[in-house]
């Protein structure tokens, strides 16, 4: 044989074993498609994973728990602030201040009234004999006679002769404040209601009776600051005023407010000095006795607290009770 024909027997041992090959492949695809087709199968489980998302769902739960919990916590506690607590506090500091206050100038009063004691021997008082007696009775029966042929003089007319000073004054009050005024100068001002009010203690009740309150003790203080300036300028040293308020907190605001008021000093409030504050009307009407057997006028100042005026009060030729409006009396009796 020739290489020609060698070379066509191989190209048909070629072209048949491709022909074969082609045949067994399209016999596979054919088996393939036709095969049913099976799910994947399924992840293997892992308790590792398992054990945790449950931990995790547990505290989850736990935590859930414990913030309703604090919730209602909180809508409780907010719930008991708003009823038992909104607007005490105000109230609560204002007494702790006043009785601060007070506490602080009673122990400065009496250190004032230990440094002035007389510890001199009081010299032997010897009774008078009943011949000086009837001699005295005597006297007095014959000042009596004269004083009853004097005409009388009406209350209302006390304070007639210083007519002028005094209104005067009241209207340098209306005008602005003088911040640098001299001590026991009024150095703020008041309005009209003010001096009505004072014209109308001087003029109709002659120095003693009760006047409306003006709607706050603040109001009061002022009011009593006016009225404190004025017997300074008619009587002069020879008055003391007497505060009396029955409570620490209620002192201390007095306090405040006519050092505020008048420019005074610690200094000024005390037993020896111009302003005395009392809680109790006893202590006072001593005060008030002892001031006139010396030849000197108190002027009592009844705060709005006191419900009444005690009986001996009433002797006195000056005295001014503020007489509390409803919603003060309600104030007051929060704070008791």
Same mark, same amino acid.
């Given at each position: 044989?020739?290489?020609?024909?060698?070379?066509?027997?191989?190209?048909?041992?070629?072209?048949?074993?491709?022909?074969?090959?082609?045949?067994?492949?399209?016999?596979?695809?054919?088996?393939?498609?036709?095969?049913?087709?099976?799910?994947?199968?399924?992840?293997?489980?892992?308790?590792?994973?398992?054990?945790?998302?449950?931990?995790?769902?547990?505290?989850?739960?736990?935590?859930?728990?414990?913030?309703?919990?604090?919730?209602?916590?909180?809508?409780?506690?907010?719930?008991?602030?708003?009823?038992?607590?909104?607007?005490?506090?105000?109230?609560?500091?204002?007494?702790?201040?006043?009785?601060?206050?007070?506490?602080?100038?009673?122990?400065?009063?009496?250190?004032?009234?230990?440094?002035?004691?007389?510890?001199?021997?009081?010299?032997?008082?010897?009774?008078?004999?009943?011949?000086?007696?009837?001699?005295?009775?005597?006297?007095?029966?014959?000042?009596?006679?004269?004083?009853?042929?004097?005409?009388?003089?009406?209350?209302?007319?006390?304070?007639?002769?210083?007519?002028?000073?005094?209104?005067?004054?009241?209207?340098?009050? @209306? #005008?602005? &404040?003088?911040?640098? /005024?001299?001590?026991?100068?009024?150095?703020?001002?008041? *309005?009209?209601? $003010?001096?009505?009010?004072?014209?109308?203690?001087?003029?109709?009740?002659?120095?003693?009776?009760?006047?409306?309150?003006?709607?706050?003790?603040?109001?009061?203080?002022?009011?009593?600051?006016?009225?404190?300036?004025?017997?300074?300028?008619?009587?002069?040293?020879?008055?003391?005023?007497?505060?009396?308020?029955?409570?620490?907190?209620?002192?201390?605001?007095?306090?405040?407010?006519?050092?505020?008021?008048?420019?005074?000093?610690?200094?000024?409030?005390?037993?020896?000095?111009?302003?005395?504050?009392?809680?109790?009307?006893?202590?006072?009407?001593?005060?008030?006795?002892?001031?006139?057997?010396?030849?000197?006028?108190?002027?009592?100042?009844?705060?709005?607290?006191?419900?009444?005026?005690?009986?001996?009060? @009433? #002797?006195? &030729?000056?005295?001014? /009770?503020?007489?509390?409006?409803?919603?003060?009396?309600? *104030?007051?009796? $929060?704070?008791?």
């Amino acid at each position: 044989m020739d290489n020609q024909e060698l070379e066509a027997m191989n190209n048909e041992n070629d072209q048949d074993a491709n022909a074969s090959a082609a045949e067994a492949a399209s016999e596979m695809v054919l088996a393939e498609d036709q095969a049913p087709e099976s799910d994947p199968p399924p992840a293997p489980d892992n308790p590792v994973v398992e054990l945790a998302l449950k931990d995790l769902q547990s505290r989850r739960d736990e935590l859930s728990a414990e913030i309703t919990l604090l919730t209602n916590r909180k809508q409780q506690l907010d719930a008991e602030l708003k009823t038992s607590f909104a607007g005490q506090s105000d109230a609560i500091a204002r007494r702790v201040k006043g009785f601060q206050e007070y506490l602080g100038g009673a122990l400065q009063d009496l250190v004032q009234s230990v440094e002035s004691l007389d510890l001199v021997v009081q010299p032997m008082v010897v009774q008078p004999s009943p011949l000086d007696q009837q001699a005295s009775v005597q006297q007095g029966v014959e000042g009596q006679n004269a004083s009853d042929t004097a005409p009388p003089i009406a209350v209302s007319d006390t304070f007639r002769p210083d007519e002028e000073l005094i209104r005067s004054a009241l209207q340098r009050f @209306l #005008q602005q &404040p003088d911040v640098y /005024a001299d001590p026991w100068t009024l150095r703020r001002s008041i *309005d009209a209601r $003010d001096t009505a009010l004072l014209e109308d203690w001087f003029f109709n009740q002659g120095g003693r009776g009760a006047q409306p309150s003006r709607g706050s003790r603040p109001r009061n203080i002022l009011v009593s600051a006016a009225l404190i300036a004025i017997i300074g300028e008619l009587y002069g040293a020879q008055f003391q005023c007497l505060v009396l308020a029955g409570a620490p907190e209620r002192l201390g605001e007095w306090r405040r407010g006519l050092q505020d008021a008048l420019g005074l000093g610690r200094e000024d409030f005390g037993p020896s000095s111009g302003i005395v504050l009392f809680e109790r009307s006893e202590a006072l009407v001593e005060r008030a006795d002892r001031l006139e057997e010396r030849g000197e006028v108190p002027l009592i100042l009844i705060d709005t607290a006191e419900r009444e005026v005690a009986i001996p009060v @009433l #002797q006195f &030729p000056l005295w001014l /009770a503020f007489a509390a409006g409803p919603n003060e009396r309600l *104030d007051d009796d $929060d704070l008791l």
